[in-house]
């Protein structure tokens, strides 16, 4: 079949490098290149860990919603990424730590006899939805490493970052030498 075709479960098996998504065969390259970048899933991360806490704040009752903010702002906060802030947990783990808190988090709001106003649980909920779906859209894979093609021309901002660092060294060695004999 050919990507974008329409195609019917039970019409056969989509060839190897294709897949269904929504009934319609696409390109595997097409859905890989479509996930959401990880520092975009982080940064939303902390949007709504935020988001939980100030609106918690305002409520009468404002421990849970608080509570759940700060997990979700915490969870942001200890992943190996680019805004991660201690990065003590790795990618992977971290998109199951994402479950663990969004099924917290919804499971708090669902619970008849925890002190929480309804426009808290809604809010809750909500949050819970979103860091669904952009949990299912993000790329949680570690990043390769960058290598420089052999031959390839030294961008300038490179080539004066390292004479700084060499002159910073120098200077240094210089001293050391000095104040040593």
């Known amino acids: 079949m050919v990507p974008g075709t329409i195609c019917y479960p039970g019409t056969g098996p989509p060839r190897r490098s294709t897949r269904y998504v929504l009934g319609v065969v696409a ?8 996930q959401r970048p990880f520092w975009l899933h982080q940064g939303a991360e902390y949007v709504l860990g935020l ?31 680019p805004l991660g802030a201690w990065r003590a947990v790795g990618r992977p783990l971290h998109r199951w730590l994402d479950v663990g808190v969004m099924a917290a988090i919804a499971l708090a ?8 106003d309804n426009a808290s649980r809604l809010m809750m909920l909500g949050v819970v939805a979103v860091m669904a ?17 052999a031959g390839a ?22 001293a050391r030498k000095r104040r040593d004999g």
Do not use: H, Y
């Open 27 to 34: 390109d595997d390259k097409r859905i890989d290149k479509a």
């Open 133 to 149: 779906l952009m949990w299912a859209t993000t790329n949680f894979r570690n990043p390769g490493p960058r290598v420089r093609p």
């Open 51 to 81: 988001m939980l806490v100030a609106g918690g704040v305002q409520n009468p009752e404002p421990f849970f919603p608080v509570l759940a903010g700060g997990l979700i702002v915490v969870n942001a906060a200890i992943v190996t990424g």
């Open 153 to 174: 021309p030294v961008d300038r901002s490179e080539s004066i970052g390292r004479a700084a660092g060499r002159l910073v060294n120098q200077g240094r060695a210089f």
């Open 109 to 116: 709001a669902v619970l008849p006899f925890l002190e929480i």
